[in-house]
């Protein structure tokens, strides 16, 4: 039986733009099975999209807080979100969501 999915939303605060995070967000997302976006904000921030179990959409939650080792998260907010279907099959980069 699988497991239900689900979407949720973060926003990721600190020094995030420009240090490669959206990379490692897709990277680690990708790794652990989920579909979804990660694009920047123009107030600086990253916003990450996921689909997928709540253990996974958890685990990606850990490594947002951890981020890529030229980043400074300082914070994570997070938010149930609908299951937006557009972004159901994989895990991208987007520029213009």
């Not at 973060?10 to 420009?18: E, H, L, P, R």
């Not at 694009?39 to 179990?53: F, P, Q, S």
């Amino acid at each position: 039986m699988r497991e239900e999915q689900t979407g949720r939303r973060y926003y990721v605060s600190g020094m995030v733009q420009g240090v490669g995070y959206r990379y490692f967000a897709r990277g680690a997302a990708r790794k652990l099975g989920l579909a979804g976006y990660v694009t920047n904000l123009n107030d600086g921030r990253v916003e990450v999209y996921a689909i997928g179990t709540p253990a996974a959409l958890n685990a990606l939650s850990d490594e947002l807080r951890r981020g890529p080792h030229s980043s400074q998260v300082s914070s994570v907010t997070e938010e149930a979100a609908s299951h937006d279907s557009r972004f159901a099959d994989q895990f991208s980069i987007e520029f213009d969501v």
